[in-house]
């Protein structure tokens, strides 16, 4: 089975699994930046303490923008790496604004993808999978973020070479799912990594994926040539 077909035959299994995921009203875009920006390195409740936490000290986004890079910090400290964060914060507001003379990203509607994901990650501490967050979640355009346990979960089963980096999977997971399985695909994967595909032991007993799994499948295969091996020496 190639990558493409593996793909939309997992997409299809964890659809029965999780359900197809109905698009919700997500953040608007800038919103959406600033909470991403904060989600890294840490865990999602943290980002949402820090996101409250900003909202309540300044009442608009110019207002963050223009805070002392301090006052920013102190705002968000809850979510850690708040000296790195509140500066990439204020950059990135400071650069919309010069740009386009107001604190909006709708000018991100009139572009393509790989355009409005270049103009983004033009800005230091915008990464691909924020680019796409931003993107799929609060634009609706077709981008595919890829998280730690996207990143996990498609290098086990095999849809992306096991060296991929996450930068690059972007594209190649692009590549591999209509765009319109990119919401769904997203939130169901990252679910299966959460509760199944589990980092330090995946739970292979119970997925219902393992045909599909090269990783899976090599382990079996290990077993059985440690088998094979140990029946020859006996
Ligand atoms: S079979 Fe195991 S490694 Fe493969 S996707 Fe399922 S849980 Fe992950």
């Known amino acids: 089975?190639?990558?493409?077909?593996?793909?939309?035959?997992?997409?299809?299994?964890?659809?029965?699994?999780?359900?197809?995921?109905?698009?919700k009203q997500h953040l608007d875009p800038i919103a959406q930046l600033v909470s991403t920006i904060l989600s890294q390195n840490t865990n999602d409740v943290l980002r949402d303490k820090a996101f409250t936490a900003l909202r309540q000290r300044f009442s608009t986004w110019e207002q963050v923008r223009d805070a002392p890079v301090e006052e920013v910090s102190e705002a968000i400290q809850i979510a850690g790496l708040s000296q790195q964060k509140a500066p990439r914060i204020q950059q990135a507001l400071r650069r919309i604004s010069a740009e386009h003379g107001e604190l909006s990203l709708d000018f991100l509607r009139q572009m393509d993808v790989a355009e409005a994901k270049q103009w983004l990650t033009a800005i230091n501490g915008i990464g691909p999978k924020t680019a796409a967050i931003v993107l799929l979640f609060a634009l609706g355009m077709p981008a595919f973020p890829v998280d730690t346990h996207i990143h996990r979960v498609t290098r086990r089963l095999g849809l992306i070479p096991t060296s991929t980096s996450r930068e690059k999977a972007h594209d190649l997971l692009e590549s591999l799912l209509p765009q319109d399985a990119y919401y769904t695909f997203h939130l169901n994967v990252i679910r299966h990594g959460r509760e199944v595909c589990q980092a330090r032991?995946?739970?292979?007993?119970?997925?219902?994926?393992?045909?599909?799994?090269?990783?899976?499948?090599?382990?079996?295969?290990?077993?059985?040539?440690?088998?094979?091996?140990q029946k020859s020496q006996a």
């Open 1 to 23: 089975m190639d990558a493409k077909a593996k793909a939309i035959e997992v997409h299809r299994r964890l659809i029965q699994l999780f359900g197809e995921r109905p698009k």
């Open 201 to 229: 032991r995946p739970r292979c007993e119970l997925c219902t994926l393992r045909d599909l799994c090269d990783y899976y499948q090599n382990a079996v295969r290990q077993v059985e040539a440690a088998n094979e091996f």
